[in-house]
Antibody, heavy 119, light 111 residues
Framework: QVQLQESGPGLVKPSQTLSLTCTVS??????????WSWIRQHPGKGLEWIGY???????YYNPSLKSRVTISVDTSKNQFSLKLSSVTAADTAVYYC???????????WGQGTLVTVSS | QSVLTQPPSASGTPGQRVTISCSGS????????VYWYQQLPGTAPKLLIY???QRPSGVPDRFSGSKSGTSASLAISGLRSEDEADYYC????????????FGGGTKLTVL
C-alpha cells in the first residue's frame, strides 16, 4: 500500500514562496500509471485541487492557481514537490499530497500539513 | 462557491439510511465519473466511492453511490456512529478550464 508524507515549513511570509515535499513509500513514482497530486483545504472549508505531475514530468494545474504553481518530481528520491509563489493569507491551508490512479481521483492521501501565511 | 453543490449538513439515527446529494452540470457530473470522499474529524480524506458506484477494497457495502444526469448521490445504510464525518463529492470538469472540482462538503451527524 502506498504511503505519502508531506514535509516543509509550517509558516511562510506573505509574498514568499511556499515549498512542500511529498515522500512516497510502498511504491515507486517512476513505475508509472499514477498521477501525483496536491490538494489543499482552507481552515474549516472544502477541498481544492492544486495540480498533478505524471512520472514522466507532465504537469497539469488548477487554472485558478496555474500562474503561481510549480509541481516537480525527483524519482531518485521517490518524492514530488509543490512550489506556490507570491503567497498571501488566502493561501493558509492544510496541504495534502495524494496518489491518483487516474487524472481525476485520489486513492491514497498524506496526513496533511498546515501552512500558515503570516508575517 | 463550489462548482458541485452539496447540502451543508445531514443527519440520521443509528441504523437509519441517509442520502447525500451532489448537483453539478453537463460539463462535470453530466459527462464524467463521480467520486466520494469521507473525511473523519482531524484526518485526511479517504476515497469512499469511485467511478460513480464502485467501492475500494475495505469500504463496507453500507456505502453506495449512484448518478443520474447531472446529479449524484451517496447513500449510507445501517448508519453507525463512526460514520459521523464530512463527505465530499468530486468530478472532472470539462469546461474551458478543465480540472478536478469538489463539492462544498456535507457534515453528517449521527444523532
Amino acid at each position: 500500500q502506498v504511503q505519502l508524507q508531506e514535509s516543509g515549513p509550517g509558516l511562510v511570509k506573505p509574498s514568499q514562496t511556499l515549498s512542500l515535499t511529498c515522500t512516497v513509500s510502498g511504491g515507486s513514482i517512476s513505475s508509472g500509471g499514477y498521477y501525483w497530486s496536491w490538494i489543499r483545504q482552507h481552515p474549516g472549508k472544502g477541498l481544492e485541487w492544486i495540480g498533478y505531475i505524471y512520472y514522466s514530468g507532465s504537469t497539469y494545474y488548477n487554472p485558478s492557481l496555474k500562474s503561481r504553481v510549480t509541481i516537480s518530481v525527483d524519482t531518485s528520491k521517490n518524492q514530488f514537490s509543490l512550489k506556490l509563489s507570491s503567497v498571501t493569507a488566502a493561501d493558509t491551508a492544510v496541504y495534502y499530497c495524494a496518489s491518483a490512479p487516474d487524472y481525476n481521483y485520489f486513492d491514497y492521501w498524506g496526513q496533511g500539513t498546515l501552512v500558515t501565511v503570516s508575517s | 462557491q463550489s462548482v458541485l453543490t452539496q447540502p451543508p449538513s445531514a443527519s440520521g439515527t443509528p441504523g437509519q439510511r441517509v442520502t447525500i446529494s451532489c448537483s453539478g452540470s453537463s460539463s462535470n457530473i453530466g459527462s464524467n465519473y463521480v467520486y466520494w470522499y469521507q473525511q473523519l474529524p482531524g484526518t485526511a480524506p479517504k476515497l469512499l466511492i469511485y467511478r460513480n458506484n464502485q467501492r475500494p477494497s475495505g469500504v463496507p457495502d453500507r456505502f453506495s453511490g449512484s448518478k443520474s444526469g447531472t446529479s449524484a448521490s451517496l447513500a449510507i445504510s445501517g448508519l453507525r456512529s463512526e460514520d459521523e464525518a464530512d463527505y465530499y463529492c468530486a468530478a472532472w470538469d470539462d469546461s474551458l478550464s478543465a480540472y478536478v472540482v469538489f463539492g462544498g462538503g456535507t457534515k453528517l451527524t449521527v444523532l
